[in-house]
Nanobody, 128 residues
Framework: QVQLVESGGGLVQAGDSLRLSCAAS????????MGWFRQAPGKEREFVAA????????YYADSVKGRFTISRDNAKNTAYLQMNSLKPEDTAVYYC?????????????????????WGQGTQVTVSS
């Protein structure tokens, strides 16, 4: 099994920045793509960003494009989500997820049903 643990969330003001981390343990020798999703109370869990195993391919939801940056350090078994210019509408529980796959097919990257492993989530609250 692969365990994913998110950290780095917190309470910030609009315009501030946060960096979320996702530490992986277990079968981390396997290649996998990583995605970030978020879910606000009463709303569907939505795609935020994804990155391929090599880091050469990244994808972002339109709502965060230009503000968020996804990255990974495979030597540390850790993925990151740098969030800049945060807005109140970014408030949500943020989850990291992993899927064992080469590349990052369009049918997988933003489909939460295709990811194999999920973290417990970390709360991000942005006040106005």
């Amino acid at each position: 099994q692969v365990q994913l643990v998110e950290s780095g969330g917190g309470l910030v003001q609009a315009g501030d920045s946060l960096r979320l981390s996702c530490a992986a343990s277990g079968r981390t020798f396997s290649s996998y793509a990583m995605g970030w999703f978020r879910q606000a109370p009463g709303k569907e869990r939505e795609f935020v960003a994804a990155i391929s195993w090599s880091g050469s391919s990244t994808y972002y939801a339109d709502s965060v494009k230009g503000r968020f940056t996804i990255s990974r350090d495979n030597a540390k078994n850790t993925a990151y989500l740098q969030m800049n210019s945060l807005k109140p509408e970014d408030t949500a529980v943020y989850y990291c997820a992993a899927v064992r796959i080469n590349g990052l097919p369009r049918t997988v990257l933003d489909n939460r049903g295709r990811y194999d492993y999920w973290g417990q989530g970390t709360q991000v609250t942005v006040s106005s």
